[in-house]
Structure formats: structure tokens, C-alpha cells
């Protein structure tokens, strides 16, 4: 068991029949410092996918000083569960959730240490501020970013610090492609404490949606437990699951304006498989965002 007092994290990485990833993931956050436990949880992939990513642990574990777990699911529960248990199965007070297809920041070791050195941290879901999109060149999409906007999502200018009101001013703000007016009884109350927009690309929803946070173990699985007893088609947004009991239950998202990852886009992933499920499920989560009442 790993010293709960420890300043160091634990990495989750979800997998389902994504192996030949998976090496480009790990070897982003194989050699931080401040990481001793780097967990891999496989969402019942086909039994070929689950030989190849036993063998790329294995070789790992062979090779490294950190601890290497590999969890086999039996059958696939989805990636909120899989996320669920594969935090459960954490031994440090805060991890780092990184997809198996993304690869994480070079400045993951100073992010990372801000985390554990701060008092506030285990009441924040930290979130990137930046993504860095990649279809197979994450290093060239990043020097492509300053020429083409396609390749960057930035979403403030400087850290902030989101709580469900804000969250539902910025949805008011700026709804993406969804009509407010569908998702209430009375339209003059879509009204916004912001006057301004600060999200620089996307919208709150994207924030929201991103997936790949660093939290507080046992904050985290106290708070969203309830996702458990969710419907399958609504945890296929699995990261607008986990960010939405979050701020229900009074915490607040962070968005770290220093915390960033490369984000792989494939048309195989379970997000593009579960497409039709996702509109429907976000749709649920814009309707709960706009309708909550502040007390």
C-alpha cells in the first residue's frame, strides 16, 4: 500500500480496444517524479486487445521503478464505471485520469505538485485549460496550433474557478448549438450574473466534457457514486457525469491555466461509437445545468 500521506498521485488510464495507443500514453507519464502508481483498467476489450495491452504492462513493470496495475473488467460497463472503479482502486489521495489514446503535458510534474501543495486542492476537480488536438503527429498539431486555430482549444486567459451558477451564467451565455428556450418554462428567466463571455473557444459544455481531471480519491467517489444508478445511455458522457455530481454537491471545477494535454481525435472512440447516446445524455445535462436553482 502506498503512503497516503504521500505528495506523489496515482494515474488512471481507461482503456477499451485501444492498445495500439496506449505506448505513447504511458511513455508521457512514465518518468514523472511526482507519479508512483500508474493504473491501467480495461473496459472488457476483445480477448486479442487484452493479450496486447498485458504485454505492454508487463514490459513496463519489468522496466520501471513505479508500480504497474492492470485491471481486467469482464464484460464492459461503460466508461463511467470503468473510471468509477478504476479510481477506487487508487492507493494515493489524488489521480490523474489521462485517456488512453491522449498524452499528457510536458509540465505534468509542476502541475501535479501545485495539486498536492495546496490545501484547496481536494475540494477542486482540476481541469485542463488547454488541449492540444492530433490525428497522429501530437508534437507537429502543436506547432500547427500557432497558424491554425483547429489544432488548440483554450478555454480562459488565467486559472478560474467554476461553481454550478457560473457554470449555468456561462450555459446562458453561450449554449453551443442547443436552444435554451427548448429546456425551460419561462425564457425571460435565461438571464446571466456574467455580461461577458470569458471562454475563449468552445463553451462551458466543452469544459464539462473534457474528461481528463486530477482529483480527490475519496471526494470523488463519495460525491459521484449516485452515477452508478444512472442509466447506461446517460453515463455515455461519462466526463459531464463526473463533472455535473461534482458541482451538484457544491464543489467547484478548476480550470488550471498551466495544466494542458495533447488530445487524440479518432473516429473509433467510445464517444464517436456512442454518438446518439451522447446528444441525448447532454441534452439531459443542459436542461439539469439551466434549471438548477441556486439556494
Not at 153 to 179: A, E, R, T
Not at 191 to 215: A, E, M, R, T
Not at 247 to 269: Q, T
Request: aromatic share 12%; hydrophobic share 35%; proline share 1%.
Amino acid at each position: 500500500m502506498i503512503n497516503s500521506t504521500s505528495t506523489k498521485i496515482s494515474i488512471g488510464v481507461p482503456t477499451y480496444n485501444s492498445s495500439k495507443y496506449l505506448n505513447e500514453c504511458i511513455r508521457s507519464i512514465v518518468n514523472l517524479k511526482n507519479v508512483d502508481e500508474i493504473i491501467i483498467s480495461d473496459d472488457g476489450s476483445s480477448a486479442a486487445e487484452v493479450n496486447k495491452i498485458e504485454k505492454i504492462v508487463n514490459e513496463y513493470k519489468k522496466n520501471s521503478q513505479k508500480i504497474f496495475r492492470f485491471i481486467k473488467n469482464k464484460e464492459n460497463s461503460g466508461a463511467f464505471i470503468n473510471k468509477y472503479n478504476l479510481i477506487k482502486e487508487s492507493s494515493n489521495d489524488f489521480i490523474y485520469i489521462l485517456d488512453s489514446d491522449n498524452i499528457a503535458g510536458k509540465n505534468l510534474d509542476k502541475v501535479i505538485e501545485s495539486v498536492t501543495t495546496s490545501d484547496s486542492s481536494k475540494n477542486l476537480l482540476i481541469q485542463p485549460n488547454t488541449m492540444y488536438q492530433f490525428w497522429e503527429y501530437p508534437m507537429l498539431a502543436k506547432l500547427m496550433s500557432k497558424f491554425d486555430k483547429k489544432y488548440k482549444v483554450k478555454f480562459f486567459h488565467n486559472n478560474s474557478v467554476l461553481n454550478m451558477k457560473n457554470v449555468k451564467d456561462l450555459l446562458i451565455l453561450n449554449s453551443g448549438d442547443y436552444d435554451l428556450k427548448n429546456f425551460v418554462s419561462n425564457s425571460k428567466k435565461l438571464k446571466s450574473d456574467i455580461k461577458k463571455d470569458p471562454i475563449i473557444d468552445k463553451w462551458v459544455f466543452w469544459i464539462l466534457n473534457c474528461g481528463n481531471f486530477i482529483v480527490n480519491k475519496e471526494k470523488i467517489l463519495k460525491v459521484t457514486k449516485k452515477g452508478l444508478d444512472m442509466e447506461r445511455s446517460l453515463r455515455s458522457v461519462d466526463a459531464i457525469v463526473f463533472s455535473y455530481l461534482w458541482l451538484l454537491e457544491g464543489y467547484s471545477i478548476k480550470v488550471d491555466k498551466n495544466f494542458y494535454h495533447h488530445h487524440r481525435k479518432r473516429n473509433d472512440s467510445v464517444s464517436f461509437l456512442e454518438m446518439q447516446d451522447s446528444k441525448s445524455s447532454i441534452q439531459y445535462f443542459v436542461a439539469k445545468v439551466i434549471n438548477y436553482k441556486d439556494s
